[in-house]
């Protein structure tokens, strides 16, 4: 039998055919055929696929043109988080990160890599084919946009080889070519829709358009660059990384192995200088320990990893005329000044708004209206003024003097010690504040209420239907669809995701109340160490303070949010409203640590700081983020803390090591926990060294110092 008279057989050879020639184009940059026969292939197959629909594969190529049909991103939690890397600005930066990493772990190699300037995406491979696409989301959480990833055509929906683990992942980049994002605003003027403001805000629009039909006409292209999972063939990331390319994934070929400081400080002047000519967008280099031993020895932070860096190049930088300063008020009531510019044309956009921050930068900077100033991109959505040029200030020119009273409401203006903003007071009156907090708890990550968006915000405030969040409860259907731009259909819409709006999680419902400096991670901790809205709003600072980020500051502004009784009041009426001011029940895996709380601190051979709390929790016990009289144990590693271990030591916490800990959760009969609850000194009486703990042991040698 011929292939021709097998369908299942001719669909997989054509599918394999086309597989192979989208790697050869879209990653090796080789073609093979001519683009006439590719589409020929292409279409037998579809034809092929509509007639033997059972025959469907979601990973064939004809699933790379997307769509029409529209989707909504599922939220999904990241297997290994997505953490964010820390950034330095200066080669002698780099060098102390280096120097770091030899004095702590006694050598190691590096990874140089570019910094692509794009969207982070993390995708699953399950035998060989991929099962998921995840935005990066707040690192722990991302969106599911594995229908829009399927039609990037550098992306492997099937990996060559045999010798890929049965399930991993791989982190990347995806972004949009130069010449694609020229292409696609020249479409846009021509067409008179609104022009991107720059490739990485392009590529992320697009990768979360909800027809993926659209999403595979944009032209987005990715680079891959580090592997996580339990099988991975190699115990470094540059061979990991380089076997990833053998499997067909787009791997730059600008990656480099150093194995001193000079050999990384070299890869950093030549990648500085080549980047001009590159035909995407890069905006600095990443410099990674190889070894993946050196890495878990590094550990991390609660938001980036220790065993990498970031160097960001020197922002660009450009002159032209501040025509004028005006101010905004943000929901916090922070008034900021922003520089009106004459347009001028930097890093590829067109600029007219930078910011002055606040008074102090100003006064500092000595800038006036009409100077020639100063304007630089470096990261920045609204660009910055960063001098001026004195040679080209008017004759005429006056200093120029401060807001003393609100733009928008008229009311005096007060200035909080130790911090340098000016802020507005009057948070039930003055509008951009009232309009700012509503548009902050109807966000995505927030409560997700989609309909509402600035204007219809706006036009609801200036109706007089809305004054606070808790109004929103309260609307009707009738009330909206009379409006300038809504109608009955989007009412109904927006009154059902008001609805729908109910069942958001408990912590992203804190977050959504808009309390000061407490941000979507902030909201997760406190919703996990407090459990609920009446426990948090009972609890001292004391209390609020050893749930995990939350520090004095915080602790201080989470009071005074309720200690106001108009925040009382319309959180009552949010209750009333059904929302969740409970966290969901845990679920445990057994209740050993019931009771007791941990501190942690210092790295570990066997866990991560991550799943060491993970594993804290799923056996009932409680993490705290300081040694108080409340920690029953500092569960104590290489390198930790000496302020922590001193005051463990102050106040008779027991202190373990990384062995016991895993002893205490695998064995009912430990001895570290019994009936009468933790032996507060260990040591206690002990004359010989059989009753410590490999910790404490260290600590009487003196190593731990």
């Known amino acids: 039998m011929s292939l021709n008279d097998d369908p299942a057989a001719r669909i997989s050879a054509l599918r394999e055919q086309l597989n192979e020639h989208n790697y050869r184009y879209y990653v090796l940059n080789a073609p093979a055929v001519s683009d006439r026969q590719y589409d020929k292939l292409l ?29 909504e991103f599922q939220s999904v939690d990241h297997r290994y988080p997505m953490l964010s890397l820390s950034n330095t600005y200066s080669i002698e930066e780099v060098r102390d990160f280096y120097n770091r990493v030899e004095k702590e772990t006694g050598g190691a190699t590096y990874v140089c890599e570019l910094k692509f300037d794009g969207t982070a995406i993390s995708l699953t ?65 021509c067409s008179g829709d609104t022009l991107f403001a720059n490739p990485r805000n392009a590529a992320a629009g697009t990768l979360k358009q909800q027809s993926s039909a659209i999403v595979a006409k944009r032209g987005l292209d990715s680079f891959l660059y580090g592997l996580a999972g339990d099988d991975l063939p190699f115990e470094t990331h540059w061979q990991n990384v380089n076997k990833a390319r053998e499997w067909g994934f787009k791997v730059s070929d600008r990656m480099r192995l150093c194995s001193s400081f000079e050999e990384i400080e070299r890869y950093i002047a030549e990648t500085d200088t080549a980047r ?68 001028v044309l930097l890093a590829g956009t067109t600029v007219k708004r930078a910011s002055l921050h606040n008074a102090d930068q100003i006064a500092l900077l000595d800038v006036r209206e009409g100077d020639w100033v100063y304007v630089e991109k470096g990261g920045e959505i609204i660009p910055k003024i960063t001098g001026v040029e004195f040679s080209k200030r008017p004759q005429c020119s006056v200093p120029f003097v401060y807001a003393d009273i609100c733009p928008q409401c008229g009311t005096p203006l007060e200035k909080i010690e130790g911090e340098a903003r000016h802020y507005c007071p009057n ?56 409006l300038p731009r809504l109608g009955e259909k989007s009412a109904a819409n927006i009154i059902r995701s008001i609805d729908k709006s109910r069942s958001v999680p408990f912590h992203r419902v804190l977050y959504a109340i808009g309390i000061r400096f407490v941000g ?64 969901a029940p845990k679920e445990f895996v057994s209740d050993q640590l019931d009771g007791y709380s941990f501190v942690i601190s210092g790295t570990f051979q066997r866990h991560s700081r991550d799943e060491l709390k993970q594993l804290i929790e799923l056996h009932g016990g409680k993490n705290l983020a300081s040694v108080s009289s409340n920690t029953d144990f500092l569960l104590a590693g290489e390198r930790i803390g000496p302020s922590k271990l001193a005051k463990a030591k102050k106040l008779g916490v027991t202190i373990i090591d990384e062995a016991e800990f895993d002893r205490m ?14 032996d507060k000194n260990p040591t206690a009486g002990a004359d010989n060294d059989q009753n410590l703990t490999e910790v404490q042991k260290e600590e009487r040698q003196g190593t731990l110092f």
């Open 665 to 678: 959760i695998c064995s009912p009969d430990t001895d570290t926990i019994d009936s009468d609850g933790p």
């Open 427 to 482: 948070q039930t009156q003055c509008p951009p504040q009232i309009i700012g907090r509503i548009e902050h708890f109807i966000s995505r990550r927030a409560m997700d209420i989609e309909g509402l968006g600035e204007e219809t915000v706006t036009l609801l405030y200036e109706q007089g239907l809305i004054r606070d969040p808790a109004d929103l409860y309260t609307l009707q259907a009738e009330q909206l669809s009379p």
């Open 43 to 71: 279409k037998e197959l579809g034809k092929l696929e509509e007639k033997y629909p059972q025959f469907f594969d979601p990973n064939s190529p004809t699933q790379r043109v997307g769509s029409d049909l529209t989707s």
């Open 520 to 583: 979507e991670s902030t909201a997760k901790n406190l919703a996990a160490h407090l459990g609920s809205m009446d426990a948090i709003i009972k609890a001292s600072p004391e209390e609020l303070e050893q749930a995990e980020e939350v520090g004095g500051k915080i602790a201080v502004s989470i009071r005074e949010y309720f200690a106001d009784p108009r925040n009382l009041e319309m959180l009552g009426r949010l209750r009333e409203a059904g929302l969740q001011f409970e966290a």
């Open 125 to 189: 491979y399950e035998d060989g084919a991929l099962s998921r696409a995840v935005t990066r989301g707040d690192g722990v959480t991302g969106d599911d946009v594995t229908a829009n990833v399927r039609t990037i055509r550098s992306i492997p929906l099937k990996l060559k080889g045999e010798d890929w683990p049965p399930f991993f992942e791989i982190r990347g980049e995806i972004f949009i070519p130069l010449e694609v994002f020229k292409r696609l605003n020249q479409e846009r003027e």
């Open 276 to 343: 001009h000519s590159l035909p995407y967008d890069t905006d600095g280099v990443v410099i990674k320990v190889n070894e993946y031993t050196v890495q878990r020895q590094m550990g991390t932070t609660s938001k980036a990893p220790r065993w990498a860096v970031a160097y960001k190049f020197k922002a660009e930088h450009a002159l032209t005329e501040l025509e004028k300063i005006t101010f905004q008020v943000g929901r916090t009531g922070a008034v900021t000044p922003v520089a009106n510019l004459k347009p």
